[in-house]
């Protein structure tokens, strides 16, 4: 009963939200109830769940952000058994310039796998390709892009803003949101830059094949560096 009552919120603020975008977008137009339950549940599924801890400042979706463990994204985010294991392979990583007098490390190489993936929490699939990097004696998720086909029923404009707005408050250093939308496509961008870790995510909507495919990518730059 909980969980619908959070529904019926998420659906009323989705409607409300709509009421208020530009003129010209496509998501000007009032949703049927069906619809909007629909999108209203697709935009809790998407934030519910295990988070960030709210100091590493990153942001959260499906349960997934960047700077997890290996072994916690697996755990989220399982691999289809029916659609095969991930596909690795190790990937080099850009070497930051250093003065000539400054003796260069040599940086282990970066972990790129892909993977057809079912949630843990509904068992929704989705295409998901991460990079790993090791951290403290481990690998942990630099990088994490999921890509998922919406069902009909969902509007995709509406739930990008709203997972992009949900963005905005969970983190408190936010420096940047950067938003288009052009037809049926969305693309919204949001930085936290103010940390010693810059975090980064885009939310993608456009269509595909007769669907709307929703694309959330997370990503984290190393501690110290001035960009994602």
């Given at each position: 009963m909980r969980t619908r009552s959070a529904i019926l919120v998420l659906a009323a603020l989705l409607g409300a939200a709509g009421a208020g975008c530009r003129s010209g977008s496509q998501d000007d137009e009032p949703l049927s109830?069906?619809?909007?339950?629909a999108t209203a549940r697709e935009a809790s599924e998407s934030l519910a769940g295990d988070v960030a801890d709210a100091a590493a400042q990153t942001y959260s979706y499906r349960e997934l952000y960047a700077g997890m463990s290996r072994r916690a994204l697996e755990t989220r985010a399982p691999a289809d058994a029916e659609a095969g294991k991930p596909v690795c392979e190790d990937v080099p990583?850009?070497?930051?310039?250093?003065?000539?007098?400054?003796?260069?490390?040599?940086?282990?190489?970066?972990?790129?796998?892909?993977?057809?993936?079912?949630?843990?929490?509904?068992?929704?699939?989705?295409?998901?390709?991460?990079t790993y990097a090791r951290e403290h004696?481990?690998?942990?998720?630099?990088?994490?892009?999921?890509?998922?086909?919406?069902?009909?029923?969902?509007?995709?404009l509406r739930l990008a803003r709203t997972i992009a707005t949900a963005f905005e408050q969970q983190t408190s250093v936010l420096d940047?949101?950067?938003?288009?939308?052009?037809?049926?496509?969305?693309?919204?961008?949001?930085?936290?830059?103010?940390?010693t870790?810059?975090?980064?995510?885009?939310?993608?909507?456009?269509?595909?094949?007769?669907?709307?495919?929703?694309?959330?990518?997370?990503?984290?730059?190393?501690?110290?560096?001035?960009?994602s």
């Open positions: 109830p069906q619809d909007s339950l990583v850009p070497e930051p310039k250093a003065h000539a007098a400054q003796p260069r490390t040599p940086l282990a190489p970066q972990r790129h796998c892909v993977f057809d993936a079912r949630f843990r929490r509904d068992g929704s699939p989705a295409h998901v390709e991460v004696g481990g690998e942990v998720a630099r990088e994490i892009i999921v890509s998922r086909d919406l069902p009909l029923d969902v509007d995709g940047r949101r950067d938003e288009s939308f052009e037809g049926h496509t969305a693309h919204i961008r949001v930085g936290a830059t103010s940390g870790r810059q975090n980064f995510a885009e939310v993608t909507v456009e269509p595909r094949g007769g669907r709307e495919r929703l694309t959330v990518r997370l990503s984290r730059a190393p501690a110290g560096a001035s960009g």
